[in-house]
């Protein structure tokens, strides 16, 4: 199994623009998380999805952060507008919704708005 | 979810063990211990949990206490490889409500 996959790696843009950040869980997982990871704020839940439906969406900064997952097979995170203060790593992860639940992460998407 | 204590940062020698604390005093019955660990750069990686008994696999070994208000995660042998923020995380057990919250962890360096 490739894993959870991110993408793009790297992403940088101006203040203003829109982002869309992409995830591909694990097959067959059921549960998909987005995490934000800046060295104030260390690693942040933003929103967590169980079976494509949004559960917990608390920790969404602000409006201007979005998350949907069309299908078990992707997921995306959009920041509309851009600002610099959304710099930071963002991670996806995934997991199977058992009693004893391991999360696996991909990458990251290291996001730097100018 | 009960909140964990962890030293900020840790020394280790290369090829010794690295026993890292852990303090959850406010556990509660139904709620599993796991250990994380992130390499500069990457993301989390899971490491081990448990719920009362000591555990162990090919990665590391947990030990709980009795009263299960503190653990300690060992890496019998530690490497160069194994500079890393390792997270304590107390969570309930059971489907649905799944919020893995990570704390500060302890970064851990080891030296050659």
């Known amino acids: 199994d490739a894993g959870v996959i991110q993408s793009p790696r790297h992403e940088v843009t101006e203040m203003g623009q829109e982002v869309t950040l992409r995830c591909k869980p694990i097959s067959g997982h059921d549960y998909l998380f987005w995490y934000r990871q800046t060295m104030m704020r260390g690693l942040e839940l933003l929103i967590y999805f169980n079976n494509n439906v949004p559960i917990d969406d608390s920790g969404m900064p602000e409006d201007r952060f979005s998350a949907k997952m069309p299908n078990a097979s992707f997921s995306t995170l959009k920041i509309q507008p851009s600002e610099p203060r959304d710099s930071a790593v963002y991670f996806c992860?995934?997991?199977?919704?058992?009693?004893?639940?391991?999360?696996?992460f991909g990458s990251g998407t290291q996001l730097s708005v100018l | 979810d009960a909140k964990t204590t962890q030293p900020p940062s840790m020394d280790c020698a290369e090829g010794r063990a690295a026993n890292l604390p852990c303090n959850h005093s406010t556990i509660s019955g139904n709620e599993y211990v796991y250990w994380y660990r992130q390499i500069h750069s990457q993301g989390p990686q899971y490491i081990i949990h448990?719920?009362?008994n000591n555990e162990t696999n090919e990665m590391a070994s947990l030990i709980i206490t009795e009263d299960r208000k503190s653990s300690t995660l060992i890496l019998p042998h530690a490497t160069l490889r194994d500079t890393a923020v390792y997270y304590c995380?107390?969570?309930?057990?059971?489907?649905?409500?799944?919020?893995?919250?990570f704390g500060a962890g302890t970064r851990l360096f080891v030296k050659a």
């Open positions: 448990g719920l009362k």
């Open positions: 995380i107390v969570r309930v057990g059971g489907t649905g409500g799944f919020k893995t919250i």
């Open positions: 992860a995934s997991s199977i919704g058992t009693k004893v639940e391991k999360l696996f």
